[in-house]
């Protein structure tokens, strides 16, 4: 563990996407450093799983879809009110999507779009209220190294990381009288189930080639909730707009 039983004592931390990958990988290790985690997914079991692996007590769960804007700033308000404001969010919740854009329809785009950027900017809109996040509190969102590199196949994934790294340098500007910071982790590949399922429908090979890319291979889901966790921390109390790159190399080349 790289942060201490008490980094995040007495703080209430709402994680989108938390029933598995990388969500559920930070609210496991936020909460062996002393968090009370909200936590949200799509689905109950999962997020029932999650929350068994949590040390501690007074943890939430919350069964929810993402995609609509309105709906997920509610809920994210209801989560305030009945369980006590926020000091820091992640926002992990999204859907890949791997196919040429000749072959994109609306309801790919609406896919992927859903939760990755609607739900984003429910989160961001129920955050901008101090009844939900504290002054001096921190929004992260999970971005992609897609943002920033094109490969064949992820026109609407990149399109909707994109979105979410522009939108982070709006927010931070648009909260930063609160001095609420807002951030983006631009991660490269990670091995996560949602990966794993990358590589039945591509093939092993296409796989290799795209790991050979990562001057350290293929990433951990630890590697990015410790990102998500520095940014979240005081650590980064001078950190805010940032599209934040945690990729092992794979955008230096």
Known sequence: MIFSREAFEGRHVLITGASSGIGQ????RLAEAGARVALIGR?????????????GSDHSCHPAD??????????????????????????????ALILPARATKNRHIDDVFAAGVRGAFGVARAASKKAVVGDGGSLVFMSSVSSMRGRPGMSAYSAAKAAVDGMV??????????RIRVNSIVAGGIDTAMHRDFTESVGSEMVRNYEALHMLGFGRPDDIAHAAMFLLSDASRWITGSNM????????K
Do not use: W
């Open 43 to 55: 689905s109950t079991e999962r997020l029932a799983a999650t929350a068994a692996l949590l040390i």
């Open 66 to 95: 993402l995609s609509d804007a309105e709906a997920t700033a509610d809920l994210v308000q209801e989560i305030a009110k009945r369980h006590g404001r926020f000091d820091g969010i992640f926002h992990s919740a999204g859907t």
């Open 25 to 28: 990988h930070t609210a496991v």
């Open 169 to 178: 340098r709006v927010l931070a500007a648009e909260m930063a009288d609160r």
């Open 245 to 252: 790159v945690v990729d092992g190399g794979y955008t230096a």
